[in-house]
């Protein structure tokens, strides 16, 4: 069936080196994706969405990319910090806004 | 803190016992949403209202469970009968329109 997933379930990476945090998405009907972060006992926190009318969005040392072509999304995070330290999950809306599907997630860890 | 306020934080109970979570979202935000996650993975969509209507159910929302929102505020989740697959973390998330959702910290619930 048609599902939300990523690449790699850990990524580690230095302190100060730049993070990309991939997701594979197999919805085409999909146009509304977000990124999230979630630490340890807390609830999903909004990092940056995108929509599918657009392939770059950026935000504070974050930017998403979208390639609808390949059904692609990545999370790139500069400069990483130790308090980027988390699982970070992509989430797809399939077409509905109403029931957004979210992929395993992806735990990054930051060196210092 | 996103403003979505979750109780309790943790719940233990024994197998075949009803339990109840309460989920306050914002308060200018129309929409609110069910979620569960299990360890290791993102969360899973159980249902949704728009003010009080509940519009949108999961299948994995199943005869055990019921989800209300009486005045289009606040909402409970009940599980009658609980049984130690339901363990899990249950998340609330509220939104004013069809994009974010912001999340609240989750109710943890063990089954014995």
């Known amino acids: 069936g048609e599902s939300v997933g990523l690449h790699l379930p850990t990524l580690s990476v230095q302190e100060g080196d730049n993070s990309i945090i991939n997701c594979a998405y197999s919805?085409?009907?999909?146009?509304?994706f977000i990124w999230y972060k979630q630490e340890s006992g807390k609830g999903p926190q909004f990092i940056i969405d995108?929509?599918?009318?657009?392939d770059k969005r950026q935000g504070q040392r974050v930017t998403v990319l979208l390639n609808k072509t390949v059904k692609h999304l990545s999370l790139q995070i500069a400069a990483t910090q130790p308090g980027d330290s988390a699982v970070y999950f992509c989430?797809?809306?399939?077409?509905?806004?109403?029931?957004?599907?979210f992929g395993a997630g992806t735990r990054l860890t930051v060196k210092p | 803190d996103t403003g979505v306020s979750q109780d309790p934080r943790h719940k233990i109970t024994k197998r075949g016992q009803n339990v109840t979570f309460r989920c306050d979202p914002i308060?200018?935000?129309?929409?609110l949403y069910w979620y569960r996650q299990t360890l290791g993975q993102g969360p899973e969509f159980l249902t949704y209202?728009?003010?009080?209507?509940?519009?949108?159910k999961s299948r994995l929302l199943s005869d055990r469970f019921s989800a209300e929102r009486p005045k289009g505020s606040f909402s409970t989740l009940e599980i009658q009968r609980t049984e130690q697959g339901d363990s899990a973390m249950y998340l609330c998330a509220s939104s004013y329109t069809q994009n974010e959702q912001f999340f609240g910290p989750g109710t943890r619930l063990t089954v014995l």
């Open positions: 919805n085409s009907a999909s146009d509304y």
């Open positions: 989430a797809e809306n399939g077409g509905n806004n109403n029931d957004m599907r």
């Open positions: 995108i929509r599918s009318n657009m």
């Open positions: 209202f728009q003010n009080e209507a509940q519009l949108e």
């Open positions: 308060s200018e935000h129309n929409r």
